[in-house]
């Protein structure tokens, strides 16, 4: 995760989460953490498992998806990204 900081940050101030989408190499969600910083929001961007650097080495063959027809190993992948979210 990366954390983007206000620049002039105050004793409390509003924070978001930012979760990776997409490709996964976090375009997105690291330019909406920049502008919410810039704005006065404390942003942390999260990357999902099976994308960016949280990708396993055979997921690049398309063999390994976090979402897959294996429901029990879905729900797993799932339930990782909710954990990772509430920490």
């Known amino acids: ?8 940050p105050a004793k409390r101030l509003p924070a978001a989460v930012v979760l990776a989408i997409l490709d996964g190499r976090g375009t997105v ?14 942003a942390l961007a999260m990357v999902q ?8 080495p055979d997921a690049t063959a398309g ?10 190993a879905s729900v797993a992948n799932v339930r990782q990204a909710v954990l990772d979210g509430r920490r």
Do not use: C, H, I
């Open 49 to 56: 498992p099976y994308y960016g650097p949280r990708r396993p």
């Open 29 to 42: 969600s690291r330019s909406e953490a920049v502008w919410l910083a810039t704005n006065g929001v404390a």
């Open 1 to 8: 995760a990366e954390y983007f900081v206000p620049s002039s």
């Open 63 to 72: 063999k390994v998806r976090m979402l897959s027809a294996d429901v029990a």
